[in-house]
């Protein structure tokens, strides 16, 4: 039997051609294709007819420590409404890459404040998301 590792080390999210940093304490990036390739539906007969989706929107989520310097950077591009590449990229055993040329952050994170370090999530629309 194989066992394959992973290092969260080796996964880099990189907006706008800056790698990101100070990412949050358990899921740094999530990343989902927002439509599925497919869809299939059944006439009253039994008959199926399949449908190809050529929808290509996605969206990564990306939770950064509100320490980190990319809490600006984000905060800056969301204000800003300018369109940016993004990539993340995992050079594990098993490697995989995500994102696409046009994206834009929907919005400033939501801020709150405590007795310790909180997290700020953003979300990131990618309108030609791909995965390779």
Known sequence: MDIKTYDARKVNVDVGGISLTGF???TMVECSQDDDTMSAKNDAKGNVGITINNKTMGTI???LMQTSPSVNYLD???KSRKIFP???TSKNEIKEVVGGTKAFV???ADKSFGA???ERQFEIRVTDYTVE
């Open 24 to 26: 949050g304490e358990d």
């Open 61 to 63: 989520k990306v939770t």
């Open 76 to 78: 800056k591009l969301a």
């Open 86 to 88: 993004i990539w993340v």
């Open 106 to 108: 929907t919005k400033p």
């Open 116 to 118: 310790e370090v909180d």
